[in-house]
């Protein structure tokens, strides 16, 4: 009789646990931009999110959804998460812009080295420096794509007067400026609109890294493609990957962990060694396609580097004009990107 009892009790018990267990599954649902089979969705956030559900052993499940698919316009992304619309987004810093401006330091012309080394320099910089631009969201990883390239449907691009009057995509402010100080006349839109812009000619080319472009067919719809030789890319641009706040302080302390345990320099190293890994592919469908290839070196980079410090220099004016030290982001920026690049 005592060995049934404690049975039963036992067999309570463990009802009850699972009872607990399954009231206290928590759903995230993630927002982004790009569809489901592009590199950020596919091959980053969702096996994040199978890890998470593995390691929570299936009390955090997260939803995914892709190409907009709740609702609103790729920059409204952050505003988003913040408010708590969304759980976790994954988009472009550069979309709001304003709203991440010590963020802004890694998108200036030459400061990127590969994507491992330049994400977790960001990832670093956003969690001391830059951290005001952050308070308001949990933040998973801050991440980069490798150094951006030049990609036009018809102009081979060999120097910086090449792209004289070559309407020209830009992904953010900072880099459209960029371009508009080498010659050429920008033009900033979301990735999405690119493909639709290059057809009808709103666009002549784009500044975007190889991976983005199998997901909008973007190597069909250019021919010409311009690399840069040396140890520091054209530009980049800085990925966030945010969670809403409450959201996660509403969370169980096991569950904490483990979005902790999947969170932070390690998630951004491993991003930037995906999209490191995600560029020759992309380059061969290019080249598969027909493309046409230079790399810029010697005077001519030289001639883009020059007007690269130009820009520079201004854009540590109008960030001290905003109250920030520019040239301190800027030092600080390098010596990051040194300091996981040696």
Known sequence: M???????ATSLLTASMGAAAVAESVTLKFHSFPPMPANSNAKFVKPWADK?????NG???VEMYASMQLGGKPPQLADQVREGVVDIIWTVAGYTPGRFPHLEAFELPFMPASAEATSQAAHEYMMTVGAEDLKDYKVLAVHVHAPGTIHTKDTLVKSASDLNG?????PTRVISQMLGGLGATPVGMPVPQVAPSL?????????????IMPSFKLHELTKSHTTLSGDRGLYTAPFLLL???????SMSDAQKKVID???GMALAKLAGQLWDGFEAPARALAEKAGGEFHELSGAELDEMK???ATLVDAWIEKANGDGLDGAALVETARSLVAKYAD
């Open 166 to 170: 070559l309407k020209m995509r830009g």
């Open 306 to 308: 020059a007007a690269g």
């Open 59 to 61: 009390e955090i499940k």
């Open 243 to 249: 969670m809403n706040k409450a959201k996660y302080e």
């Open 52 to 56: 998470v559900t593995a390691e929570s």
């Open 2 to 8: 005592v060995y049934w009892k404690a049975l039963v």
């Open 261 to 263: 345990d999947n969170s």
């Open 199 to 211: 057809s009808k000619g709103v666009i002549d080319g784009m500044v975007v890294p190889w991976e």
